[in-house]
């Protein structure tokens, strides 16, 4: 495949990314859905052209999601994890016994999701809950919550990645050509 061809597609995928993000300011519920989604176009970006090509078009993308976009909370998960996860998922995947490769996933995405809520609290003044009041049972809840979208996830990745190299890969690379 030409490098134009990369290139364009590469750029394209960027701004569709921030085009994302950037509407996650009228929604406020989009703020955790528009980053896993965007994982999915990495995911594809990766498995097409590459991981090179992938970590250009994830670190172009949190760039400008961080300078332009309102949410800043999204900008953030986006870029602490799920912008670059399904980059390195693939590495993660080979570590061996699987049990142990499980263990390394969720300490990763936990330590990711704690960063982004110190960032967001104690630097952007963003509040943990609309009333601003901290409950231990809260950021419990919360953190379980979230392991259990991290677990969905892990297996949509896996159950995407499976259908797109089966289904719409070939057509893909045969289009750009």
Known sequence: MKNSVKIAV???????????????GFFYSLTYVAPLVLGFLMLM????????????????????????VSQKESAVIYTLF???YPIIKQYLDK??????????????????????EIICV??????????????VSMIVMFAVLMNIVF???EIALKYFKIVY???????????FK
């Open 165 to 175: 190299e089966r289904k719409f890969e070939k057509r893909i690379i045969k289009m």
């Open 122 to 135: 104690y630097i952007l003044g963003i509040p943990f809950f609309d009333d601003g009041v901290f409950s």
């Open 95 to 116: 570590v061996k016994p699987k049990f142990l490769s499980a263990i390394l996933k969720l300490l990763i995405f936990n330590a990711c999701i704690a960063l982004t």
């Open 151 to 153: 677990i969905f996830y």
């Open 10 to 24: 590469c750029g394209l995928s960027t701004a569709l990314s921030v085009v994302l993000m950037f509407v996650c």
């Open 82 to 84: 799920f912008g670059y």
């Open 45 to 68: 970006i990766c498995k097409t052209f590459g991981a090179k090509s992938a970590f250009c078009v994830y670190f172009a993308s949190a760039f400008l999601s961080l300078i332009l």
